[in-house]
């Protein structure tokens, strides 16, 4: 009996292992989705800011819709909606740029892209 239990505990740690991966894997998936679901719902009060926003105009600390930006700036007829930093210790946001696509960034839809600054380069 005493082998019995020696053999089910790595078979147990094993499981509890594969568990806890796959739980933080759907955790990374839902926030991930997360993210998109508030852009989608917050787009449209940030195009209605990116519209009245000077030339060189800067907000700080600003909530708009279901996101928080640590600044939004308009340049070169772009809008940067500043997220902050991730994970990674990248910064990432939304351009609005009607006119033009700006330089790496990712298409999300309409005038809207999202960019990440590589803080590794």
Do not use: C
């Not at 449209?44 to 996101?67: F, H, K, P, Y």
């Not at 997220?83 to 309409?110: E, I, L, N, T």
């Amino acid at each position: 009996m005493i082998e019995t239990s020696r053999v089910e505990r790595p078979a147990l740690r094993r499981a509890v292992y594969l568990g806890a991966a796959l739980l933080a894997a759907i955790l990374i998936v839902a926030l991930i989705w997360a993210e998109d679901l508030r852009f989608i719902h917050s787009s449209g009060n940030m195009e209605a800011v990116a519209r009245t926003l000077g030339e060189g105009v800067e907000l700080r600390d600003q909530s708009i819709g279901s996101l928080s930006f640590e600044f939004v700036r308009r340049e070169n007829e772009q809008v940067y909606f500043y997220r902050g930093k991730g994970w990674g210790g990248d910064g990432y946001g939304y351009v609005w740029s009607p006119a033009s696509r700006p330089g790496d960034v990712r298409h999300v839809k309409g005038p809207w892209y999202k960019f990440r600054d590589d803080a590794h380069q």
